[in-house]
């Protein structure tokens, strides 16, 4: 059996469960295979609970902060900090992407993903921006975009629900 296969099989099952099918399966991998990112997600979530409005989103819980600092994702903690966040439901998706990177990547999120995230986020906007290189440029924040809309689109002609 060869990784290539192992990986399609875990892909397969985790875009299962992140599809919502089932849902337990989903809960079950972000709290087992995924404890550690989803124990820093949830202290956050603590802290900001109860200042600031709280709505579901999939199988995720998103955190809407005041501000315009962006979006984290923290296994099923998505914490969004843009004015007027139910316009922009690309971002929605683009965070649900990470927490489905979550789910199968587990403990390895953190090299994976979040370490080369917050640095492509805060050290290289400028580099970014005198390039005119898309947010997206980097690998794990195309995966997470693609994997987004992959697994939290409505069908065509819907509008996204956004947990209102």
């Known amino acids: 059996m060869g990784v290539a296969f192992v990986m399609q099989k875990i892909e397969c099952a985790a875009g299962r469960a992140a599809a919502g099918w ?5 809960y079950l991998i972000q ?3 995924g404890l550690p990112v989803n124990l820093v997600g949830l202290a956050v979530f603590l802290c900001c609970r109860g200042r600031c409005p709280v709505r579901r989103f999939h199988n995720g819980i998103v955190t809407l902060l005041p501000g315009n600092r962006g979006g984290l994702s923290l296994g099923i903690f998505l914490f969004l900090s843009v004015p007027n966040a139910d316009e922009h439901p690309a971002l929605w998706a683009h965070e649900y992407g990470h927490t489905i990177q979550c789910l199968l990547l587990g403990p390895l999120y953190w ?7 917050l640095i492509w986020c805060h050290c290289f906007a400028g580099w970014r ?14 995966w997470a975009t693609a994997w987004g809309r992959r697994w939290s689109s409505p069908p065509p002609g ?3 629900d956004l947990g209102a």
């Open 22 to 26: 089932p849902r337990a399966l989903f």
């Open 31 to 33: 709290f087992t295979w």
């Open 111 to 117: 090299p994976v993903v979040a370490l080369p995230s």
């Open 129 to 142: 921006s005198r390039r005119g290189l898309p947010y997206d440029a980097l690998y794990c924040e195309r």
């Open 158 to 160: 819907e509008r996204p």
